[in-house]
């Protein structure tokens, strides 16, 4: 493909991508058909359907570049304190106050899981914000700043606490107040990985 079509071909994939997100985001899956998308980027639908093969495959391209972007903002959060436990705070903070927006709470946190199907989903999770949760947990169970039985166990349970709390933020009337609120919860909970709060043996088992 000459240089100019290949440049053209993905200037018309990204502002597909970029119409179907808005609208997903704004009206939800079901609600959105490809004519739609089609008419809103001003591409015909059987453009639509060569750059990403129907509307479940549009749908999966659209989730998978909101899991990145939300992800993007955790990594650069917690990438912007020296210290590996405050970057871990400021990671987790970063993901809810991503649940917030429209796009994150509407496509991937509810539509993505129904449409995709969980083991799809899992993975766009898992290679965006879930794997940035464990490789923090990880490295600070090796610095001894944390006690876990699992890294990998230990950062499932904290992704699924705060999916479920971007959801109750997302549908809260003030979802700021309701950020700090939870926040503030999320905080005592993560608390409870340092070693002060759990004397070594104390559970009967050695922790790392």
């Known amino acids: ?5 290949k440049e053209q071909s993905e200037a018309t994939a990204r502002r597909v991508l970029a119409t179907a997100t808005t609208l997903f985001a704004e009206r939800g899956y079901a609600a959105v058909g ?13 453009a639509v359907y060569h750059h990403y ?20 903002a955790v990594a650069a ?62 490295a600070l169970a ?20 705060m999916n479920e709390a971007a959801l109750r933020i997302a549908a809260a009337p003030d979802p700021a107040s309701e950020l700090e609120i939870l926040w503030r919860d999320l905080e005592r909970l993560l608390s409870g990985l340092r070693p002060h709060a759990l004397p070594d043996g104390a559970d009967g088992h050695r922790t790392r």
């Open 142 to 161: 090796a610095r001894g700043d944390v006690r876990v039985h699992s890294a990998a166990g230990t950062a499932a349970l904290l992704s699924g606490a």
């Open 77 to 138: 959060a917690a990438d912007a304190e020296p210290d590996p436990w405050a970057g871990l705070l400021a990671g987790c903070r970063a993901f809810l106050a991503a649940g917030v927006t429209d796009d994150t709470r509407r496509i991937l946190l509810i539509d993505a899981p129904a449409v995709l199907g969980w083991q799809t989903w899992h993975g766009q999770d898992a290679r965006a914000s879930a794997r940035h949760l464990q490789d923090a947990i990880e």
């Open 1 to 5: 493909m000459p240089r100019a079509s």
């Open 53 to 72: 093969a129907g509307k479940m495959g549009l749908f999966e391209a659209v989730a998978d570049a909101v899991a990145q972007r939300v992800g993007s």
């Open 34 to 46: 490809l004519e739609e998308v089609a008419a809103a980027a001003d591409v015909t639908r059987g």
